[in-house]
């Protein structure tokens, strides 16, 4: 089943989904399951980084865009991507309340920001 990712946009995003699905029901058989096998969308909005484990891969988005449109600080910067390391490190898949404050916090711990 192909998976969709996105932060933080939940009820905004509804009806896109919907099209993307709607999209891939329209394809050929044989693409639509080659797209549920192998493919995975990723919504990232204004978030500044996104974290995702899949197999033996992690991966990291970070929107550099919205960073430097919003002034990010070096600092603020940085933070976000050992913050998306993090996420990684601890082996998270999803994103929710403990994992982001177990991330932050070893960041923190890391102190290199
Ligand atoms: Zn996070």
Not at 8 to 20: A, P, Q, R, T
Not at 24 to 40: A, F, G, S, T
Not at 93 to 105: C, F, I, L, P, V
Request: negative net charge.
């Amino acid at each position: 089943m192909l998976t969709i990712h996105y932060t933080g946009l939940k009820n905004d995003v509804k009806e896109f989904i919907e099209n993307i699905k709607l999209v891939l029901d329209n394809l050929p058989k044989i693409d639509q399951d080659r797209i549920n096998d192998e493919c995975m969308i990723f919504l990232i909005g204004k978030t500044y980084g996104f974290s995702v484990g899949v197999k033996n891969k992690h991966l990291i988005l970070l929107n550099v865009n919205e960073m430097l449109k919003n002034k990010l600080s070096i600092k603020e910067q940085r933070f976000i991507i050992a913050h998306e390391f993090a996420h990684f490190i601890l082996k998270h898949t999803y994103s929710n309340d403990e994992n982001e404050q177990e991330a932050n916090d070893l960041v923190l711990k890391w102190n290199i920001c």
